[in-house]
Antibody, heavy 123, light 110 residues
């Protein structure tokens, strides 16, 4: 069965960096695009970034552009989110989610989600 | 990348039908048939309920249906049940090859 397990969250000071990981299993990882989606405490969902199955295309939300970088290691079945210059408004539960069609061009819905990892940016 | 517009809350009695709207622009909802809907119960992970405007994943009740007209997509829940009480989010692919979510709608079953 599809499993996505996020890790790497924690408490970090403003301006510092953090790298999140998402370990995938139960499907052929290198054939699916992957997303990061976040949810601030008590707030709605916010799309963060997308990486295609072959790493050739990456997209991110304006709110994180230039600060966050999505990447993947298909040999390790792992998705990453490098977060630099963190701000208080980046405080959220970060989910990784699978784009639901193999070899898709990013238009597929988020069909499986991990449980999330909490990032708290505070001094 | 402005969020899609959803009503903050909707409510209905058991057995009734409700509809949640999701309004965007011609650069997202109106331009593509890549609108999806997610259900999220408190403290739980979002669950895909509708994708590509009208398609239902295996295992999702046929009481849930989707539609779209112009820049507005809609989710209809018929035969409301207590377990349908949750937050619902729409999402759309955009002309920038990114995704955008709506602000979410809290569905209350009276």
């Amino acid at each position: 069965q599809v499993q996505l397990v996020e890790s790497g969250g924690g408490v970090v000071q403003p301006g510092r960096s953090l790298r999140l990981s998402c370990a995938a299993s139960g499907f052929t990882f290198n054939t699916y695009g992957m997303h990061w989606v976040r949810q601030a405490p008590g707030k709605g969902l916010e799309w963060v970034a997308l990486i295609w199955y072959d790493e050739n295309n990456k997209y991110s939300a304006d709110s994180v552009k230039g600060r966050f970088t999505i990447s993947r290691d298909n040999s390790k079945n792992t998705l990453y989110l490098q977060m630099n210059s963190l701000r208080a408004e980046d405080t959220a539960l970060y989910y990784c989610a699978r784009a639901g069609t193999p070899y898709g061009a990013g238009q597929s819905p988020f069909d499986f989600w991990g449980q999330g990892t909490l990032v708290t940016v505070s001094s | 990348q402005s969020a899609l517009t959803q009503p903050a809350s909707v409510s209905g009695s058991p057995g009734q039908s409700i509809t949640i709207s999701c309004t965007g622009t011609s650069s997202d909802v109106g331009g593509y048939n890549y609108v999806s809907w997610y259900q999220q119960h408190p403290g739980k992970v979002p669950k895909l309920m509708i994708y590509n405007v009208v398609a239902r994943p295996s295992g999702v009740s046929n009481r849930f249906s989707g539609s779209k007209s112009g820049n507005t997509a809609s989710l209809t829940v018929s035969g409301l049940q207590a377990e349908d009480e949750a937050d619902y989010y729409c999402s759309s692919f955009t002309s920038s090859s990114t995704w955008v979510f709506g602000g979410g709608t809290k569905l209350t079953v009276l």
